[in-house]
């Protein structure tokens, strides 16, 4: 029988007849990694290294081995020779075995948009899916591959986007160069071609309109999902409740008006972070092209870019100037060195919550970016209103007194205390008597529930689904609300149901896939659905948009670390925590796993001080785990440590 290796979506052996067939994970990387071989063979060093980077050789060469007899234990069982060794050699048998995997140029006498169809199937999906390596070695060779995939992709693109004619060939195109920008491509060029795809050459609406029109498909595919059949209705109150803010908003506001206006939005001067002071001059310029840029949109203000400079070098009086000159919006800059790269990191502040709503990086080392800095400028621009848009269809319709006790109320979240979550719930029951439909205020509700069941290690499954209730009723009232999927998600998690919980957080990180907080609740979950390699990933991605965020995000990241078995790293994000006794459970058995019962034992007296009655077996009982390992190796942590 013929084997397929999928390495796009999930990575997986799939038999003839298209079945998943079990096989073990770094038996798949393997056969990956060999693919891209000359010959499809490599020596056994090699490829230790390419699991495990430089650890200990005589650990990973006798790791390997037992992976190797677990390889062919399962070939027997299939009654297939896929992968054989000679001597100090292991080969790839392709006679059994074909692959997605995008390898050689043969392909480029196929038909361009036959070809194109399958780079975007392929593409759409992340390549090799969750899988992941910490070793060096598979990470250069990913990065290879993924470079490789984006070069394909554009230059099958450009030919194909020479020669559309039909409509369906012309949404190929389309659907191709949204799937290359997600890439972030480092060469402007690519931009502007990508703008021309899109015929924002001359006319900016365009990109607008064609995001407008697939963001109102999403909706009504949300809608479907949901069973809402008012779709419709929300969306034609939506428009006439949008004219009317705009309306309102060029009414003078007096001290004590609290109604919603056009949201106003300021860019501040890029930092330098780089050791080259010619990177700060192109990035200044770059952003006072962005501002320019802005002129186009009849959505939203922009303080001019003298004031913002002048405010740029103020950081001790930055807050009572937002806050003076009503500044919801704040896009924050700074450029910054990665070895030899010079990158430009921007990222969209919605002031009034401190809540990272949209980031993004883009390369500054080629040096026509001077010249091609004014089509950069527009994507960006492009994707800030776009990002405040969606953001204010949330706010738009707004009672303001309801918006008002709702912002008091997640003042009170910002510290999680028993006192603040009844004080955030009491404002939270306020704005929602208030205006019923609101649902920020109606996610936020759950939030405190869940948050309660959390504190209170009682173990009120009450609590617990009222916090799924409030969630719910979020996402019926705005199924483009990614905090409504986020608190289900949660909630769902802390019940147990692991797939639901990780259906609603995806939900919620496709709502908005640059909300840090999102992606860090999101990490968290596929933490507790064994999944840590997934949500290390997750994890980092949401530290990268908020670095100086909650001790959550630490926390997360060790927990990740510890399931995966690294426990240093583990120490390293507990230690990077503001107060990492709340991790003293986590550092105990991390210490111990790494034979340190001394410095175990320091964190096992801290937390009993505090918890004198702890039990592992009752406190893992009431954990959320998928996997029984997972509770397992903690346990194993734990009791080690001298729990």
């Known amino acids: 029988m013929a084997f397929v290796l999928k390495t796009f979506g999930t990575l997986q052996l799939v038999d003839g007849d298209g079945n998943a067939v079990a096989f073990p994970?770094?038996?798949l990387l393997l056969l990956a990694y060999l693919f891209t071989t000359d010959q499809g063979s490599a020596d056994r060093a090699t490829l230790a290294r390419f699991l495990w980077g430089e650890a200990d050789r005589d650990v990973a060469l006798s790791t390997l081995r037992k992976v190797i007899s677990r390889i062919k234990a399962r070939q027997n069982d299939l009654g297939v020779n896929i992968l054989s060794s000679h001597g100090n050699m292991l080969t790839l048998d392709q006679?059994?075995?074909?692959?997605?995997?995008?390898?050689?140029?043969?392909?480029?006498?196929?038909?361009?948009?036959?070809?194109?169809?399958?780079?975007?199937?392929?593409?759409?999906?992340?390549?090799?899916?969750?899988v992941h390596s910490h070793s060096r070695h598979f990470q250069r060779w990913l990065a290879e591959r993924e470079n490789d995939h984006i070069e394909r992709l554009a230059n099958t693109l450009r030919t194909a986007s020479r020669l559309a004619q039909s409509r369906t060939e012309s949404e190929l195109v389309k659907k191709a160069a949204l799937i290359l920008f997600r890439t972030e491509p480092k060469d402007p060029e690519t931009l502007q071609f990508l703008i021309r795809i899109f015929n924002a050459e001359e006319e900016v609406e365009s990109l607008r309109s064609y995001f407008e029109q697939r963001r109102s498909s999403t909706s009504k595919g949300m809608a479907a999902r949901t069973g809402s059949d008012d779709g419709d209705a929300k969306s034609r109150r939506s428009t006439s409740m949008s004219s009317k803010a705009k309306l309102e908003a060029a009414l003078p506001l007096g001290p004590d008006d609290i109604r919603i206006a056009i949201p106003r939005l300021v860019l501040l001067p890029p930092r330098n972070q780089s050791a080259r002071p010619q990177?700060?001059?192109?990035?200044?310029?770059?952003?006072?092209?962005?501002?320019i840029g802005f002129c186009v949109f009849n959505s939203l203000e922009v303080i001019a870019p003298y004031s913002a400079v002048q405010i740029g070098h103020q950081v001790e009086t930055q807050k009572a100037f937002f806050e003076r000159h009503r500044v919801n919006y704040i896009l924050d800059t700074r450029i910054s060195s990665n070895g030899d790269e010079v990158t430009l990191f921007a990222q969209l502040i919605f002031f009034d919550q401190n809540q990272i709503v949209?980031?993004?990086?883009?390369?500054?080392?080629?040096?026509?970016?001077?010249?091609?800095?004014?089509?950069?400028?527009?994507?960006?621009?492009?994707?800030?209103?776009?990002?405040?848009e969606r953001h204010e269809a949330l706010r738009e319709d707004l009672n303001p007194?309801?918006?008002?006790?709702?912002l008091v109320g997640r003042r009170h979240l910002a510290r999680l205390t028993l006192p603040n979550l009844r004080r955030a719930r009491k404002e939270m029951k306020a704005a929602l008597s208030e205006s019923p439909d609101f649902a920020p205020a109606q996610s936020s509700m759950a939030r405190t529930y869940s948050k309660e069941w959390l504190l209170t290690a009682r173990g009120d499954i009450d609590?617990?689904?009222?916090?799924?209730?409030?969630?719910?009723?979020?996402?019926?009232?705005?199924?483009?609300?990614?905090?409504?999927?986020?608190?289900?998600?949660?909630?769902?998690?802390?019940?147990?149901?692991?797939?639901?919980?990780?259906?609603?957080?995806?939900?919620?990180?496709?709502?908005?896939?640059?909300?840090?907080?999102?992606?860090?609740?999101?990490?968290?979950?596929?933490?507790?659905?064994?999944?840590p390699a997934m949500a290390l990933r997750k994890i980092e991605r949401a530290i990268e948009l908020?670095?100086?965020?909650?001790?959550?995000?630490?926390?997360?990241?060790?927990?990740?670390?510890?399931?995966?078995?690294?426990?240093?790293?583990?120490?390293?994000?507990?230690?990077?925590?503001?107060?990492?006794?709340?991790?003293?459970?986590?550092?105990?058995?991390?210490?111990?796993?790494?034979?340190h019962q001394d410095k175990a034992r320091i964190f096992v007296r801290r937390f009993r001080e505090g918890n004198p009655d702890f039990d592992v077996d009752k406190w893992l009982s009431a954990v959320p785990s998928k996997e029984q390992w997972h509770?397992?190796?903690?346990?194993?942590?734990?009791k080690k440590a001298g729990f």
């Not at 426990?567 to 990492?580: K, N, R, T, V, W």
């Not at 509770?631 to 734990?638: F, M």
Request: net charge negative; glycine share 6%.
């Open 631 to 638: 509770k397992d190796l903690y346990r194993e942590g734990l």
């Open 463 to 531: 609590l617990l689904q009222l916090a799924e209730t409030f969630a719910k009723q979020a996402t019926k009232m705005r199924s483009d609300f990614a905090d409504g999927y986020r608190e289900l998600g949660v909630a769902k998690l802390l019940q147990g149901a692991f797939d639901e919980s990780a259906e609603a957080m995806e939900v919620a990180e496709s709502l908005a896939p640059h909300y840090a907080d999102v992606i860090a609740d999101y990490a968290d979950t596929l933490v507790h659905c064994s999944l």
């Open 279 to 291: 990177a700060g001059f192109l990035a200044a310029s770059l952003v006072e092209d962005i501002t």
């Open 546 to 595: 908020n670095p100086l965020g909650p001790d959550t995000y630490f926390w997360t990241a060790a927990g990740a670390n510890y399931a995966l078995g690294e426990f240093e790293a583990s120490l390293d994000y507990i230690g990077q925590m503001a107060d990492p006794s709340l991790a003293d459970r986590l550092s105990a058995a991390s210490w111990a796993m790494l034979g």
């Open 401 to 406: 007194i309801a918006y008002h006790r709702y």
């Open 95 to 130: 006679a059994s075995l074909s692959s997605d995997m995008l390898l050689s140029d043969k392909d480029e006498e196929v038909e361009p948009f036959s070809r194109l169809r399958q780079l975007v199937k392929l593409m759409n999906q992340p390549f090799l899916g969750p």
């Open 25 to 27: 994970e770094k038996g």
């Open 358 to 388: 949209w980031a993004e990086r883009f390369s500054l080392d080629r040096m026509d970016l001077a010249r091609d800095r004014r089509v950069v400028a527009r994507q960006i621009a492009l994707s800030v209103s776009s990002e405040i």
